[in-house]
């Protein structure tokens, strides 16, 4: 049974960084692209950033590009966003979810088959 773990969540102040971390189990981590979704106080659940098996390619949602970036340990079997430069409207729950493709690099939700619990970011102006 895959599992995700996300840590790293908490309140920061506007123009500060964080580093949100995924763990995962049950199956060949290196095998599978990973993303990031956000889901804020009343919205749907949105694409953030994507990246596939190896690293090698990346996928961001517009409201994040260059102040997000998504990288991979395979050796750990962790994922990691690296948000810096936050914002107010970068207050959300943060998912991190995996689909079962090596190069899906897409925003569709119902393309990702596990999802992790999620972990708060709150950013205050």
């Known amino acids: 049974q895959v599992q995700l773990v996300e840590s790293g969540g908490g309140l920061v102040q506007a123009g500060d960084s964080l580093r949100l971390s995924c763990a995962a189990s049950?199956?060949?981590?290196?095998?599978?692209?990973m993303g990031w979704f956000r889901q804020a106080p009343g919205k749907e659940r949105e694409f953030a950033a994507a990246?596939?098996?190896?690293?090698?390619?990346?996928n961001y949602a517009d409201s994040v590009k260059g102040r997000f970036t998504i990288s991979r340990d395979n050796a750990k079997n962790t994922v990691y966003l690296q948000m810096n430069n936050l914002k107010p409207e970068d207050t959300a729950v943060y998912y991190c979810?995996?689909?079962?493709?090596?190069?899906?690099?897409?925003?569709?939700?119902?393309?990702?088959?596990?999802w992790g619990q999620g972990t708060q970011v709150t950013v205050s102006s």
């Open positions: 049950g199956r060949t981590f290196s095998n599978y692209a």
């Open positions: 979810a995996a689909p079962d493709s090596r190069f899906y690099l897409g925003t569709r939700r119902n393309q990702y088959t596990y």
């Open positions: 990246i596939n098996w190896s690293g090698g390619s990346t």
